[in-house]
């Protein structure tokens, strides 16, 4: 029986959920990433799962391997609290911002907040001769045969039967597939970093210390634990500060030897994840090349200039807390909604369709739901020996169907709280 080839173009959480469904179902898979290794650059910290994530993982990764990210991964509050920069409660509720994709109604919402990296070792365990790194997408082209040729900048070349832009918001398969979709800044900048938390009171479950340096311990305020995420906000137009508490269980580093010894795992403590978000257009935020040239300590200077003296202390003594070395700048992008397309040899998944603020964390939710709807069409025409074309049909009327409406929300809710565009 012909084994279907499968290029996947980016290894970002979005690619590698797919690599795993697919070689489970008997495909011949190889991902290639511009990255010259997993470790190349901060991929971010904290990333929040919720039941279109979580199942998307389950239906594609090894089940040791979904275990394994589960045990690993920590579980505050299932919450997403909105507040206003004196600390008043603007909004609580639970997360549960879409239905769970397998249709059940009764199953508990579930929601999990992985240290990233960690996921990403894990997600990387088992695909070592799978994906091939240094190896930048140039362009790609349809052979006559129906099959597509991808090349890359380093003169590397390989054919497929189908081809995955899973290369995120700035994705070359995109630019050639379809070049008329729009891709918008959204206007706002965000600072991301870690505030490393004291390992005595993230085990004891209290309300939290944060180390200095110097050893010296400061009581974090407890409301910082109360959610998964908690968004203090200066109101639209305004700065805002998001903070995701990652208290694990038990921490990667324990966890996962005792569960899986085979998959390397670094070590990593607990530590909240905090980001200060401003208009791109506001006065104290330079342009994005120059602010993309500031170390830690100016981009840390800089997060409190924009807090200003009138938000509550709280907000300052967290962030007298963040690491300045974890710190670093991210560009907030939205894609608009494209108009279907006919279906071909090359398809797309994850932010290089639908870019989204992150403010409703739905984006990686996404990528890994796309990944599991995909790999399903794939598997029942490889099945049923029907053309993959037919399948990448109606992977993308659905994708489209559900992705775009979270995008808009993402930008309603990202206009109402953060002040994005
Ligand atoms: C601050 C912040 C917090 C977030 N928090 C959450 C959250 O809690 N929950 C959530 O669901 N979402 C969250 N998101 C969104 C989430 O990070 C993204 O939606 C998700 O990472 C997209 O995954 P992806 O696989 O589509 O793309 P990416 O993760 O961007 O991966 C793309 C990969 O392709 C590679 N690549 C790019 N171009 C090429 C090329 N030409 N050739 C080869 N390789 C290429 C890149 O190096 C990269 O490895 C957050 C985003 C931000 C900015």
Known sequence: MHQHRVIIIGAGLGGLTLAHGLRARG???????????PDHRPQGYRVQLDEPGLAGLESCLPEHLFRLGLATAASPPARVSVRDRHLGVLGDRPTAPSPDPSGSTDRPHRSYAFNRPTLRQILLFGLEST??????????????????????????????????????VGSAVRALLLPQARVEDAGLRLIYGRIPLHPRAARAGEAGRAAEADGSADVLPPWVFDSIFTVVTGGPGSPHVGFGPVRFDRPPGEAGPAHSPAVPLAPVGDYI??????????????????????????????????????????????????DPSSLFPLRVSTARPVPPWEAGPVTLLGDAI??????????????IRDAAELTRTLAVAADSRTPLVDAVRAYEIRMTEYAFPIVAASQRTGRQRIGQK
Do not use: I, K
Request: glycine share 10%.
């Open 27 to 37: 495909f011949d898979v190889a991902v290639y990433e511009r990255d010259p290794h």
């Open 131 to 168: 994906v091939r790194y240094g190896a930048e997408l140039l362009s790609w082209e349809r052979r006559q045969d129906g099959t597509v040729a991808a090349r890359f900048t380093d003169g590397r070349s390989a054919n497929a039967d189908l081809l995955v832009g899973a290369d995120g």
């Open 273 to 322: 994840a905090c980001m200060v978000g401003a208009p791109a257009d506001h006065p104290d935020v330079p342009p994005f090349p120059e602010l993309r040239g500031l170390g830690g300590p100016a981009l840390r200077e800089l997060a409190g200039r924009l807090m200003g003296d009138d938000w509550h202390p709280d907000v300052h003594r967290l962030l007298a807390h963040w």
């Open 354 to 367: 639908h870019a989204m603020s992150p403010v409703l964390a739905m984006g990686a939710n996404t990528a």
